[in-house]
């Protein structure tokens, strides 16, 4: 393996957001108090401690698995595809969130693939998914002359990390939830997460494609995707 800062797929965050909001719900339900489920009683708080030592153990060892690439003085090598791209040969890089939905077998998703683009002189573009923005950084701490997109992707993630965390802590907090009741959160919860799912994405990219080509699509297809880039 070449010696750098290795990324890791972000990939499994997703799925333990998933887990950490069910349980935040079965905390909500239940108060933090006992609760009856199918005829068996469980204090739901003490259950929700427990889930949550689970997932926070599995945040910590996923953290180091899946390698996507690793950004060196050398350059980015890519582990999936065995390719190491000298700086020299990057004209410009981007970060953008690509949707996974399907117009083509009619398939809707809120993941939104948070991604690398590595624009090449005189070769295809390569697309890093699942990469987390940090990336950004590495590549100017290694390579400060390459020309780098970064205020819009940190600012878009910063609203993800709020919104997310700011769900969980009402969920969480017993002094909140004498507010579960109010449509008003309920809605404007909705219209963020509206606005993350499905606007950033569209903006972002409508954003990429009008400064470097118009080489990225949303679609979890083949042939939903450019063929003159490379996806790893």
């Known amino acids: 393996m070449k010696k750098g800062i290795r ?12 887990f950490i ?4 719900v079965i905390y909500f339900i239940g108060g933090g108090k006992d609760m009856y489920f199918e005829g068996h009683l469980f204090n739901s708080k003490k259950l929700c401690t427990i889930l949550n ?22 350059g980015i090598y890519l582990k999936k595809i065995d390719l190491e791209v000298p700086w020299e040969d990057i004209s410009n890089i981007t970060y953008t969130w690509i949707n996974e939905l399907s117009l083509y077998q009619h398939e809707c998703s809120f993941y939104n693939v948070k991604t690398m683009v590595i624009y090449r002189h005189d070769y295809k573009p390569i697309c890093i998914r699942n990469i987390s923005v940090l990336s950004l950084f590495a590549v100017k701490c290694f390579s400060p002359g390459t020309k780098v997109d970064i205020g819009f992707p940190v600012l878009t993630t910063l609203f993800n990390v709020v919104l997310n965390a700011g769900v969980l802590y009402i969920g969480y907090t017993t002094k909140i939830l004498t507010i579960r009741v109010k449509p008003e959160l309920f809605l ?22 009008m400064k470097y080509g118009n080489y990225l699509r949303h679609g979890n297809l083949s042939k939903g995707r450019n063929p003159n880039v490379i996806h790893v």
């Open 188 to 209: 404007t919860l909705l219209v963020l997460y509206c606005i993350k799912s499905i606007i950033f994405p569209i903006v972002m990219l409508k954003i990429t494609n």
């Open 53 to 74: 030592i689970i997932w926070l153990v599995m945040f910590v060892i996923f953290s180091f698995v899946v390698t996507k690439c690793v950004i060196s003085k050398d």
């Open 7 to 18: 990324f890791h797929s972000i990939y499994y965050r997703w799925i333990l957001f998933i």
């Open 21 to 24: 909001f069910a349980t935040m």
